[in-house]
Nanobody, 127 residues
């Protein structure tokens, strides 16, 4: 499974940006699979990677306190695509943003779980 993120960019403080993450492929040849939880993470220079927002296959969401009320995570299960709408951006949101997908595959009656990451996309918020 490959996760391809949309390009981030440079935006002024107070602006908005929308990221997308599209999943393609399958983990095992001949398997059936489902994408379970998906999430957005970010990593600023010198900082650890942190969870920004997560969404279950049923649409349940969770947000980091720092982005709650400003960011909205969503997904289109039919297209295996996840989105992150970021509003009221502040310089502290500057980071490389990564998408993550938890995938369950079943082959010959055996279940496997995989965790996939996107390549990361830079978001820079200027003051």
């Amino acid at each position: 499974v490959q996760l391809v993120e949309s390009r981030g960019g440079l935006v002024q403080a107070g602006g908005s940006l929308r990221l997308s993450c599209a999943a393609s492929g399958r983990p095992l040849i001949g398997s059936t699979f489902s994408i379970n939880a998906m999430g957005w993470y970010r990593q600023a220079p010198g900082q650890q990677r942190e969870l920004v927002a997560a969404i279950t296959s049923g649409g349940g969401t969770d947000y980091a306190a720092s982005v709650k009320g400003r960011f909205t995570i969503s997904r289109d299960n039919a297209k295996n695509t996840m989105f992150l709408q970021m509003n009221s951006l502040i310089p502290e949101d500057t980071a490389v943003y990564y998408c993550k997908a938890d995938v369950t595959a079943v082959q010959a009656g055996v279940s496997f779980t995989y965790h996939y990451w996107g390549q990361g996309t830079q978001v820079t918020v200027s003051s």
